[in-house]
């Protein structure tokens, strides 16, 4: 925030790993961040009157960037777990969510989260998929630096599965109209994404949790969920 005399907005300084369609991405040509997420964090800041600045940083990299004290907050379609909550505080649910996998559309062997023993599974490095990778067993994980990574790896047969969150991996398949790889329906588990913030900035948490109710009350939540998901 400026010091200067007048109106000096507050500024609300958000991470978010931009490379999470449609949570969070940027298309070519186009310098604006664009998502829910996005969305979501911009109508929040406006209703709590802060002024929002968006810094791209990779996922696994976010918790600790707020730990420096670089961002106030994270946006980025990031789950509610209790790992988490030992080092950050969560706003309440804005996003019901879960995993699941992609595999080549001309895939046999793989039908199901059981069959993937044996087999190697790209996952977005420090993700939830990461963790419930490794906890099914006898999978060769593959921690790569974003899901776009992990799509290529899956279509240059380096992996037989990718595991990632459902609506990212719907919203991939449909809208990039690829026919090489198929999203399976099985569930791994369900999830909830929450905005993080510091461990001791309660106060912080309140706003955020005040401006998502608001935008919850007064349809605009409703919105920007129709705009990106449909009706
Ligand atoms: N929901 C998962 C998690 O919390 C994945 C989030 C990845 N987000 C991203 N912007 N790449 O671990």
Not at 6 to 32: C, R
Not at 69 to 89: A, F, H, P, W
Not at 193 to 211: C, H, V
Request: glycine share 10%; with cysteine; net charge negative.
């Amino acid at each position: 925030a400026s010091s200067g005399s007048g109106s000096s907005a507050k500024v609300l300084k958000v991470g978010s790993s931009i490379d999470f369609a449609p949570f969070e991405f940027q298309d070519e040509g186009q310098k604006e961040y664009q998502g829910f997420d996005m969305d979501l964090i911009r109508a929040i800041g406006k209703e709590m009157g802060y002024e929002v600045e968006i810094q791209n940083i990779g996922f696994d990299g976010l918790i600790p960037a707020m730990q420096a004290k670089n961002i106030d907050v994270i946006i980025s379609g990031m789950t509610i777990n209790d790992e988490r909550k030992e080092n950050v505080l969560f706003s309440d649910p804005y996003y019901q969510s879960g995993l699941t996998m992609v595999v080549r559309s001309d895939e046999q062997a793989i039908k199901s989260f059981q069959d993937l023993k044996g087999h190697k599974v790209a996952v977005q490095i420090g993700t939830t998929s990461a963790e419930a990778v490794k906890k099914l067993g006898g999978v060769e994980v593959k921690e790569l630096n974003t899901p776009a990574d992990c799509f290529m790896e899956l279509k240059g047969n380096g992996v037989d599965a990718v595991v990632n969150d459902r609506p990212v991996n719907d919203y991939y398949i449909t809208k990039s109209g690829e026919t090489g790889v198929k999203a399976l329906e099985e569930k791994l588990t369900a999830e909830d994404y929450g905005i993080a913030m510091a461990k001791d900035n309660t106060e912080l948490q309140s706003k955020i949790n005040e401006a998502l109710k608001k935008l919850k009350e007064n349809g605009e939540y409703d919105k920007i969920y129709a705009k990106w998901f449909g009706g």
